[in-house]
């Protein structure tokens, strides 16, 4: 079985466009993962997904930023009105199922540069 | 919040050297421990990871143990490779709906032959 995929690779936009992100989970994982990874840092949680629904948003750094699971498989990281800051490598990850003890397997990351 | 400290890298060691990285962490429950590994132009993958107070945690030869009186999650090997070069990242998960894992800064060790 594949692993976690994430499509574009690379992403480069202006600042102030629209840009969506995509994420494949391992099949059968009902738990998807978005964080964010700044040159030297350690990956930041943005948003969790148990199933369709949003569990935990708490990591989200503002309203410019969006994710949507629509049938609990594939999930789109979509940011508005982007801004220089934003560049940084964008990261899913996902579990058989939700819980501390689990185990996330991460997809290789899309890097995005806003100019 | 929670937050997870760890030693500031590079740490370059030579070839069959014993090998540290310290982890401390700040929770407000009981969390699971993890360290994450990244190669060389590939993704995270778990290394290791504990789940409860004393549990000790090992792969490929590294080992740590989840102390709660110290709250730290060092990463320890007894003799270092070439290929154990990487970038290593210790995190925790708090659980109780709050899932996501919190990430230290990682630690980038380079193994000299």
């Known amino acids: 079985g594949a692993g976690v995929s994430q499509t574009p690779s690379n992403k480069v936009t202006e600042k102030g466009k629209y840009v969506e992100l995509r994420c494949d989970p391992i099949?059968?994982?009902?738990?998807l993962y978005w964080y964010r990874q700044s040159l030297g840092q350690g990956p930041e949680f943005l948003i969790y997904?148990?199933?369709?629904?949003?569990?935990?948003d708490s990591g989200l750094p503002n309203d410019r930023f969006f994710a949507v699971r629509p049938e609990g498989s594939v999930s789109t990281l979509k940011i508005q009105r982007t801004e220089r800051g934003d560049s940084a490598v964008y990261l899913c990850?996902?579990?058989?199922?939700?819980?501390?003890?689990?185990?996330?397997?991460f997809g290789p990351g899309t890097r995005l540069l806003v100019l | 919040g929670d937050s997870v400290t760890q030693m500031e890298g590079p740490v370059t060691l030579s070839e069959e050297a014993f090998l540290t990285i310290n982890c401390t962490y700040t929770?407000?429950?009981?969390?699971?421990l993890f360290w994450y590994v990244q190669y060389p132009g590939e993704g995270l993958q778990l290394l290791l990871k504990?789940?409860?107070?004393?549990d000790k945690g090992s792969n490929k030869g590294f080992e740590a143990t989840y102390r709660k009186e110290t709250t730290s999650f060092h990463l320890e090997k007894g003799s270092v490779q070439v290929s154990d070069s990487a970038v290593y990242f210790c995190?925790?998960?708090?659980?109780?709906?709050?899932?996501?894992?919190?990430f230290g800064k990682g630690t980038h060790l380079i193994i000299q032959p």
């Open positions: 990850a996902s579990s058989l199922t939700s819980g501390d003890q689990e185990t996330q397997y």
């Open positions: 099949s059968g994982h009902t738990a």
């Open positions: 997904f148990q199933g369709t629904g949003a569990a935990d």
């Open positions: 929770a407000t429950g009981y969390p699971s």
């Open positions: 504990a789940t409860k107070a004393d």
């Open positions: 995190a925790l998960s708090e659980g109780g709906g709050a899932d996501g894992l919190t």
